[in-house]
């Protein structure tokens, strides 16, 4: 039997997201959403797409974007709700009013990082996230530091986890976005702002994911994220800023 998944309510609320690239901010009205207490274990994508799992309680890694989407859809037809991903070969749409399992937006996942904390950290990183000061080798089991307000475990540190957007598409063409920072990070790199990303078939030892819920009315854009936004940005120019992960 698949296990449970321990998900939030997150309220209403304004996240205003940083650009680096063009130094730009903007702020985004978010509407009320869930997502998990916990980024998705190693236990529970073994249960649901038949991966091995040699540690149950640790942060699933080493899964791609696509590899994230077919979980949220897995997730979504065993508890008998309309996947919210249309897949076709490569191709992922995201249909919003679908209530199903999904990856966040960066805007909800910021917001609900932060979780009304206005700092890079919502807490002494020490005491919150596991990263290079840790000196460990490997994701930790989920939940052994302290949550933030909203009571959510390791949104810093342990594992980057993926979000819906892309990163940068005229720069980066498909890579999508995953923040966080994990367990070999250093301080600098762990902090609410701080975005990454990957190709949708790339994946890291330290990059997982974690789910969210809620559909919302309209077509193509919903929580901080727009298709033809993601049209617009992929003609623009620009220098790309320090830290980000190149194109390969």
């Not at 932060?114 to 089991?141: F, M, N």
């Not at 980066?172 to 367990?183: I, K, Q």
């Not at 994911?209 to 994220?225: L, P, T």
Request: with cysteine.
């Amino acid at each position: 039997m698949t296990p449970d998944i321990d998900m939030a309510q997150i309220p209403a609320g304004t996240v205003t997201l940083h650009d680096a690239r063009r130094k730009t901010h903007r702020a985004v009205e978010l509407e009320p959403f869930t997502i998990g207490v916990f980024p998705v274990t190693e236990e529970l994508m073994a249960d649901l797409l038949g991966v091995p799992s040699e540690h149950p309680r640790r942060p699933a890694v080493d899964v791609s974007w696509q590899r994230a989407i077919r979980f949220c859809n897995a997730l979504s037809e065993w508890e008998g709700l309309d996947p919210a991903y249309r897949v076709d070969a490569e191709a992922v749409a995201w249909d919003v009013d679908s209530d199903g399992y999904r990856l966040p937006t960066e805007a909800e996942w910021e917001y609900a990082c932060r979780a009304g904390s206005t700092k890079p950290q919502y807490g002494p990183l020490d005491e919150i996230a596991w990263t290079a000061a840790d000196q460990v080798s490997h994701p930790q089991d989920v939940g052994g530091k302290l949550p933030n307000l909203f009571g959510l475990f390791d949104t810093l540190g342990n594992a980057w986890e993926w979000c819906w957007d892309l990163l940068d598409p005229a720069r980066y063409g498909d890579y999508r976005v995953f923040r966080g920072g994990g367990f070999d990070d250093a301080a600098w790199s762990v902090r609410a702002a701080t975005r990454r990303g990957g190709g949708p078939r790339m994946h890291h030892d330290d990059v997982g994911m974690r789910v969210a819920r809620g559909g919302f009315d309209g077509r193509g854009e919903a929580q901080g994220w727009s298709a033809s936004a993601d049209e617009e940005n992929a003609l623009l120019d620009g220098a790309v800023p320090f830290g980000w992960t190149p194109l390969r």
